[in-house]
C-alpha cells in the first residue's frame, strides 16, 4: 500500500465527521478565549519553506527547505548558513529525504539523503564535517534512530542497523515500507530500537528484528504501518493506518488491546498512565493499561490537519496542525495557549524553556506557559 499525503486534505475532512460520531468522553470546552504564546525569535527560510522538523544540536538549530540543510544559530537567528553545501559541496540533485536525527553522545547530525537514485547516511559533526557515510541498500532513506552503539534506519526496500561510531552496516533486511511516496517521505517514520530488538512499520504491519543478527522474530497486524510505534515498558503502541492504535506484547506481537478506528499520521507520546495520539484535526488520550479512552478534544481548536508528532514536556502536550504552528495542553486535554504561526507538519523540537516550529516559510521559536 502507498499513502499519499496529497489524499489528506480529504481524509481530514471524512475523519473529522467520523470522529465526531463517537461518544464523547470528558471532552475539551469550547468557544473561549485561547491564550496567545509569545514568539523568542523567529528565522526566514525563504525562498524555500521547511521540508524537515529542526533538530538542536549546541547553540543551533537545523532544518531543510529542500534546497539544503540550514544551520540557525540560536544567539543570531538571521546568520543561517547551509550545511551540506559547506561540507558536501552542492550537488543539485542531493535531496535530504527524511528527518535528521540529532546523535547527541557524538554531537554530530544523522543526515538521511538520496543522489542519483541511491541513499545514503551522513555522520556531521557542523564544526569538523563529515565523519563517516554509509551507502544504503533499497531505495530513499527515511528517519534514523540511534540507541546505545547502534543506529537503525529503513529505506524504501529494507531496513539496516548501522555502527553508531563507523557507519558500518552490521546487517540489512528486505521489508516494504508503507507510505513511499514522495509526498510522505518526510514523515517521521523510522524503527524503534530498544534493548535487544528492532521494531519496524511495514507495509503489512509491525515487523520485530532481533539487534543482534537481524533475524526477524515475529510478525503482527495486517495493515500498513506507516509511523514509527511508541515504545514503552513491556507494550508497543503502533498507530495503523485508517484503524487507530494497537498495543502490543513485545516480546510476543501479541495485541493486549485495539482502539475503534481513526486515522492518525503521528507517534503516540506515553506518559505512565496514558497514550496521547495525535488524530486527523484532534487528540486522545487513552489508558496505557486498559486501552479505554480517557478524553478527546474538540477539532475546532486545532484549525486543521495535525500532522506533527505530539511531545510531552513537562506536564504539557505539544503538537502543531495545520492551523497552528504550537498548541499547549494539559494532560487532562485542556487547551492552555496557542500560536497564530501556521502551517506545521513536523515535530516541534524542545529548547530550554520553549519549542522550535518549522512553519511555511520560517522557524520560529515560541516560550511555552
Request: glycine share 8%; net charge negative.
Amino acid at each position: 500500500m502507498t499513502i499519499d499525503r496529497s489524499r489528506r486534505a480529504a481524509l481530514a475532512t471524512l475523519g473529522s465527521s467520523l470522529i465526531a460520531g463517537c461518544s464523547m468522553i470528558a471532552d475539551s470546552p469550547t468557544a473561549r478565549t485561547v491564550p496567545e504564546l509569545e514568539t523568542g525569535w523567529t528565522a526566514s527560510v525563504t525562498p524555500g519553506s521547511p521540508n524537515t522538523a529542526p533538530r538542536v544540536l549546541g547553540d543551533a538549530v537545523y532544518v531543510d527547505d529542500g534546497h539544503d540543510l540550514h544551520e540557525i544559530p540560536v544567539d543570531t537567528p538571521d546568520d543561517r548558513r547551509a550545511l551540506l553545501d559547506s561540507v558536501l559541496g552542492s550537488p543539485p540533485s542531493r535531496d535530504v529525504t527524511a528527518n535528521p536525527a540529532v546523535d547527541e553522545l557524538a554531537g554530530r547530525l544523522l543526515v538521511p539523503t538520496e543522489l542519483a537514485g541511491v541513499g545514503t547516511l551522513y555522520s556531521i559533526d557542523p564544526e569538523a564535517g563529515v565523519e563517516w557515510e554509509t551507502k544504503l541498500p533499497g531505495g530513499a532513506p527515511f528517519a534514523p534512530i540511534a540507541d546505545g552503539d547502534r543506529i537503525a534506519i529503513q529505506t524504501d526496500e529494507a531496513v539496516a542497523l548501522l555502527d553508531r561510531a563507523t557507519g558500518e552496516i552490521s546487517w540489512s533486511k528486505s521489508i516494504r515500507t508503507a507510505g513511499s511516496t514522495r509526498l510522505d517521505r518526510h514523515a517521521d517514520l523510522s524503527p524503534a530500537l530498544t534493548g535487544g530488538r528492532v521494531y519496524v512499520p511495514c507495509e503489512d504491519g509491525l515487523r520485530c528484528f532481533d539487534r543482534t543478527d537481524g533475524t526477524q522474530l515475529w510478525r503482527a497486524l495486517d495493515g500498513a504501518v506507516a509511523e514509527r510505534p511508541a515504545v514503552d515498558g513491556d507494550r508497543a503502541y503502533v498507530p495503523v493506518f485508517e484503524r487507530g492504535v494497537t498495543a502490543l506484547d513485545l516480546e510476543t506481537g501479541r495485541i493486549e488491546w485495539e482502539t475503534d478506528a481513526f486515522d492518525s499520521w503521528t507517534t503516540p507520546a506515553v506518559d505512565d498512565d496514558r497514550v496521547y495520539v495525535a488524530a486527523i484535526r484532534d487528540m486522545y488520550a487513552f489508558d496505557r493499561t486498559s486501552g479505554d479512552r480517557l478524553w478527546h478534544t474538540d477539532g475546532d481548536d486545532f484549525g486543521g490537519a495535525v500532522y506533527t508528532d505530539p511531545r510531552l514536556v513537562d506536564d504539557r502536550i505539544v503538537v502543531g496542525s495545520s492551523g497552528y504552528a504550537v498548541l499547549v495542553l494539559d494532560r487532562d486535554g485542556t487547551l492552555r495557549a496557542r500560536s497564530t504561526g501556521t502551517n506545521t507538519k513536523f515535530a516541534h523540537a524542545a529548547m530550554d524553556d520553549g519549542v522550535v516550529a518549522a512553519e511555511r516559510t520560517m522557524v520560529s521559536r515560541y516560550e511555552l506557559p
